[in-house]
């Protein structure tokens, strides 16, 4: 679906407060999608696609917040974008290393609490220290919750989640019949956090691509065309708006 720019009675439904069609998502996901193809469109090269992605992580986080958004989490690097050529890998990793140095700073300041999830051990020694220096420095922060998931996969989560029950398990910590669905939350990359109410998909995508599989169970989706780097403020707004016109049922009825 292509999302139009909300109007000021979708942002009214879209703030409105309550539960059921009019509440506003507490948590949306987003899988940013389609910098390749923005750059491809323009003859630039991929990087530039990725650099403009970052301006549109930029105008979204600044505009979450007064959406009534709580919790913000953007795909910015999958367990599989390892399979990318080493030069784009590379780029990648120089822009979450310049968006680190150069962006912590101001959503600190702005009361923005920063989150990490993925395996991100595997990840090089200087950008684990600045992910640790950023979770440090905004752990107290309320305003909102910006969730970064690098070198994530849901498979590689449950996984691992998976072994550390099963460790339990063989330790006798845990017995077989006591793992419930509140075992496997508490071990998940997201624990303490609700799960998403809205996942969103840029560049025209309809699919989860390994992404947050056991959190986006009853999440509602929004697919729409635009590439990630076209996707900002209004278009946030937007598919906010297309949530709160939604009643979610749950299995319930």
């Known amino acids: 679906m292509s999302l139009r720019p909300a109007n000021r009675d979708q942002l009214r439904d879209a703030l409105a407060a309550g539960d059921g069609p009019g509440a506003p998502p507490r948590h949306v996901a987003i899988i940013m999608d389609g910098n390749g193809r923005w750059a491809k469109a323009r003859h630039l090269p991929r990087v530039m696609g990725h650099r403009k992605g970052v301006e549109a992580v930029r105008k979204v986080v600044e505009a979450a917040p007064g959406l009534g958004i709580e919790v913000l989490t953007l795909y910015a690097f999958s367990s599989e974008n390892w399979r990318r050529p080493a030069d ?25 609490r920063l989150r990490f999830i993925g395996d991100t051990a595997a990840l090089s020694d200087d950008v684990t220290l600045m992910l640790d220096q950023a979770r440090t420095l905004t752990a107290a922060n309320t305003k909102m919750t ?5 070198n ?17 398990v063989a330790a006798g910590r845990i017995a077989p019949a006591a793992i419930d669905a509140a075992a496997v939350e508490a071990r998940l990359d997201t624990a303490g956090l609700p799960p998403p109410d809205l996942v969103i998909r840029t560049s025209g995508e309809q699919r989860l691509s390994n992404f947050l599989m056991w959190q986006a169970a009853y999440a509602e989706l929004v697919f729409t065309d635009e590439l990630w780097p076209d996707f900002g403020a209004a278009s946030l707004a937007a598919a906010v708006a297309t949530f709160s016109q939604r009643d979610r049922r749950y299995g319930g009825r």
């Open 152 to 168: 994530y996969g849901s498979h590689d989560e449950l996984l691992r989640v998976t072994r550390a029950l099963a460790a339990d």
């Open 88 to 112: 784009e890998v590379s780029d990648l990793m120089g822009l979450l290393r310049h968006y680190l140095r150069t962006e912590i700073a101001e959503l600190h300041a702005n009361g923005i």
């Open 146 to 150: 910006l969730v970064l998931a690098l």
